[in-house]
């Protein structure tokens, strides 16, 4: 079957733009996760989702990033007055897990974003 | 991305030897951890898992290796192949649902 979805697969911005990175995990997972990975460095997480909830958010920078997944499907990452220090690959990944018990997650490809 | 593991340490191994990578984790309180292998342009692909009752888990040519005393984790590749070649990273679960991943080795296979 799909696997995890990431659209688009590069953006570039200017700074101070709005920008949305779209996820479409596999179908029937619960969980989703956002994270982020910088040049060179494993991915960081931001922000887990069990099904439309934000479950966790600690790893999101500041309030400039904001997250969404209305019908726990779909998620939405979104960036305001984006900053050159937010160029990095998004990476976005899906779990079957409904407790911790067992939490292999999927990634997707990422969103490479490139702020000038 | 292209550019991943730019400035990551690098494991150069000759085609059909064995390659282990080595990881030190940082919370004794994680009981899940999992191997992941990065290929340029794409995002982490699963390899194998281990939880923290064990010691030892083996898939198709890998091998993870768990030590809990010392808190480290090794896979070990057995006959790598060029397709090996790629950026690996352990992760490791803990109160959390979120992965903490290390900061990853580059592996490269001579032909």
């Known amino acids: 079957g799909a696997g995890v979805s990431q659209t688009p697969s590069n953006k570039v911005t200017e700074k101070g733009k709005y920008v949305e990175l779209r996820c479409d995990p596999i179908?029937?997972?619960?969980?989703l996760y956002w994270y982020r990975q910088s040049l060179g460095q494993g991915p960081e997480f931001l922000i887990y989702f069990q099904g439309t909830g934000a479950a966790d958010d600690s790893g999101l920078p500041n309030d400039r990033f904001f997250a969404v997944r209305p019908e726990g499907s779909v998620s939405t990452l979104k960036i305001q007055r984006t900053e050159r220090g937010d160029s990095a690959v998004y990476l976005c990944?899906?779990?079957?897990?409904?407790?911790?018990?067992?939490?292999?997650?999927?990634f997707g490809p990422g969103t490479r974003l490139t702020v000038l | 991305g292209e550019s991943v593991g730019l400035h990551l340490p690098t494991l150069s191994v000759q085609e059909g030897d064995n390659s282990i990578i080595n990881c030190a984790y940082s919370n004794s309180a994680s009981d899940y951890f999992i191997w992941y292998k990065q290929e340029s342009g794409k995002g982490p692909q699963f390899i194998i898992d281990i939880r923290s009752n064990m010691d030892k888990r083996q898939g198709q040519r890998v091998t993870v290796l768990l030590n809990k005393t010392v808190k480290h984790l090794s896979l070990q590749i057995a006959a790598t192949q060029p397709g090996d070649s790629a950026v690996y990273f352990c992760?490791?679960?803990?109160?959390?649902?979120?992965?903490?991943f290390g900061g990853g080795t580059r592996l490269m296979v001579k032909p």
């Open positions: 179908s029937g997972h619960t969980a």
């Open positions: 990944a899906s779990s079957p897990a409904r407790d911790r018990s067992y939490n292999e997650q999927f």
């Open positions: 992760a490791e679960n803990n109160a959390g649902n979120m992965l903490t």
